[in-house]
């Protein structure tokens, strides 16, 4: 009995994956163990030695029974479990009744399509049929060629016609006695037999039908799909598309799929390649992702998201006034399977990426939401654009910079604080006698009394055209430790940019909306746009369409994994109701300590009586002129008359925005200009002044 039970598992074994893949035997029944099935291929089956048979003969047997040939008894040959155990063929039974239903209701829903597509041939089965019963009633072989014959077509017509009265006479006598012996089967089975002839003939005959090669082809990827189908339809796309790939696991989630996937070739390849992936699959794009695992070159995993995962998602909580504590993660957003996005944003410097419409400024919105909620941490703010992204907050940004010498003193004001909080902290760890063990560690820990300083820096670029880009840099250097931290938002991640590899080096937390290909590898590091990091692949908005705009990976503390996530959306006016109400509660101030020295009183004149050159020339053309407005190019050309030694020949428009991007003016479209309809570029002669107001009111 024990060589039978042996055998038997043995036997089992070696038919390869199914529903039951090995069994528990007892003396008397075999009870089935089911588990998943897997997708991985199965694995060759082990040699086994046969057992030794004597004499010459056939083994055969059944199973619970033995054979015994020459005296021996041979194994009983292993049935299969369903036809062994109750239980194990009444999971069989249910399986195909499951099956059988759920194959009835599939092919009742699609009943109409198949009547549908059954028209097609069965009216050009009856076309052909008309046309060769016509031809056939009027004898038309004998009423054309060579052997025209008109008194033989009339006979032959005449001869035809009664045949077929004959016949139709027969076949209507015939269905009647059918219909009264059988009832309705009768004339229903006669159409039926009519219909599926007339359907022959138009694909034999009249060909197969046209209008289903113009149908477009139901989508690969269905919610809920067996895993299996899954696998085999990835499978053919990677086969279509030339891929050296193979899935080996699915694992359905609630969001989508996560497809382990085993290349051939580098896994580059299938990056490069997931928009062709994408159209095979016929996904939405950017729902397939590629994350490369660090341990197996060979291996990765696909992340196939069904459908929008952020459709719906809400804004952010209303944080109340110094609510919140900046020693906790402040939440970002939602990532794709609904986990919340949360990073450290003590003692770090940030950096976000993002081109035009990419959402950036909704980023550094609900970063400012965060951080002006929080009863530790003082916000200040450079912008040399002016833009709204800052400005939205009014006071709640305590300090803000947009001209270049105000964000000069701001700078010079926070590398200040941070020498004086490294300074105190050095004298803090300091050991003496008197004092005893010190309070703390050698970080600076932000409290209500002495709260963290962010410096949030927007266009960042422009700060460093501006030639301040050293003094950030040394923000950056020496302020993490006291709780100095800066974070800066910029277009993309090119040198030319952000100054140089060593500010990205320094940046502990780093955000990527949509952006260029060569941004990711700039900010993250060589190789990971191919790990998953696939902000490239992110549609910005287009002022009409949002696309992904808002949509954004971030690599940080806690954070390494590539998630496509997206950040929660604030409207203005929630902007300003927040902002009210911080300041009407008031706001955490830096303490004195840590302000010894610093004097930011001149920020509020910093466009003052020293204003550069070329404001008081500008104002100097525009008074010679007597106009509020002016062309690009007639400010060039009377520039260079007004001073050829400052303004060679060579001066052109880009030298001239250069020159006034910093101080936050920008020309812009001035209209129906001289009445002709032109609508050229040019200044302003009112935000010029608004420069230089300043200086007159000192």
Known sequence: MADRVVDARDRLSRRGPGRYLHTNLAAESMTPVVEPIATTPAMPPRPRTPAPVSGAGFAAGTAGSGVAIGGKELPALALPVWMTSWPALKD??????????????????????????????VGKGIAATAKWWWHWIRAKELMEGDKRDPRAAIAERNARWKSMGIGAGVGAAALAYATYKFGVVAPVATVAAAVTGLGVIGY???????????QMPSRPLEAGMPAKALAATIDAAFEEIRLSAKVIRVMPTTWGWEVEVFAEQAIA???????????????????????????????????????????????????????????????????????????????????????????KSSMIWTLADYLTACQDAVVWGVDLSGAPALNAWGDCIQEFADTKEKARILLEGALQVARNRSRLLGQRSRPTLEAGMPTGDENWTPTPDAPALVIVIDEFPILVDAGLFDLVLSVMREGRKGAVTVILGAQSAKKDELGSTTVKAMMGARVLLACAPGDVDLLLGPGSRAQGWAADRLVPSDSVVPNDAGRFYVRAGGLAEPKLSATHRLELSDIWRRALDRMKAGLPQIDRPSLAGVDLSSTESAASSEAPQVLQDLAAVFADAHAERMPTAEVIAALCELDADRYAPGFKAEKLADMLRPLGI??????????????????????????????AAR
Do not use: W
Not at 92 to 110: D, E, I, M, P, S
Not at 296 to 321: E, K, N, Q, T
Not at 327 to 337: H, M
Not at 675 to 680: A, L, Q, T, V
């Open 92 to 121: 069989r039974l249910a399986y195909f009744a499951k099956y059988l239903g759920r194959l009835a209701v599939h092919h009742g829903v699609r009943s109409p399509l198949y009547l549908g597509r059954a028209s097609v041939p």
């Open 204 to 214: 034999k005959i009249a060909g197969a039908p046209t209008i289903l090669d113009a």
């Open 269 to 359: 390849g299938l990056v490069d390649k997931l928009d062709q992936i994408e159209n095979k699959l016929r996904t939405r794009r950017g729902a397939v992702t590629i994350i490369t695992d660090k341990e197996d070159a060979g291996r990765a995993v696909m992340r196939i998201v069904h459908g929008d995962p952020f459709m719906g998602m809400s804004g952010p909580a209303a944080y109340a006034p110094r609510s919140q504590t900046i020693t906790r993660p402040a939440a970002l957003g939602r990532a794709f399977d609904a986990a919340a996005v949360s990073v450290s944003l003590c003692r770090v410097h940030m950096g976000i990426v993002g081109g035009t419409g990419a959402g």
């Open 666 to 695: 920008k020309s812009g479209q001035l209209g129906d200009f001289d009445g002709s309809g032109r609508n050229p570029r040019g200044y302003r002669l009112d935000h010029i002044t608004a420069v230089l107001a300043p200086a």
